[in-house]
C-alpha cells in the first residue's frame, strides 16, 4: 500500500523514496484590463505573460503557506 506523508519521518515506518515538492498552479484574474489585453493576445498564440506571471505568483504563495 502506497501511504503519502508530509512530514521528514513516520514513526514505526521506514521511508522508501523522496518525491520532491508537489506543486499545483492557479490561475487568478487581477483586473479586467489584463484580462482583455490577455484575451487579446490569444488571437495571435504565444505566451500570455499577465496569466504566467499571476500563476507564478500563486505557486510561490502556495509553497509559502
Known amino acids: ?3 503519502w506523508v ?3 519521518s513516520v514513526p514505526g515506518r ?3 523514496a523522496d518525491l ?3 506543486r499545483g498552479n492557479t490561475v487568478r484574474a487581477r483586473n479586467i484590463g489584463r484580462d482583455i489585453m ?3 493576445r490569444m488571437l ?3 505566451e500570455l505573460p499577465e496569466y504566467s506571471q499571476l500563476m507564478a505568483e ?3 504563495q502556495a509553497v509559502d503557506r
Request: hydrophobic share 50%; net charge neutral; proline share 5%.
Open 38 to 40: 490577455a484575451m487579446l
Open 20 to 22: 520532491g515538492v508537489v
Open 1 to 3: 500500500m502506497v501511504k
Open 58 to 60: 500563486a505557486r510561490e
Open 44 to 46: 495571435v498564440g504565444g
Open 6 to 8: 508530509t512530514t521528514p
Open 14 to 16: 521506514e521511508i522508501t
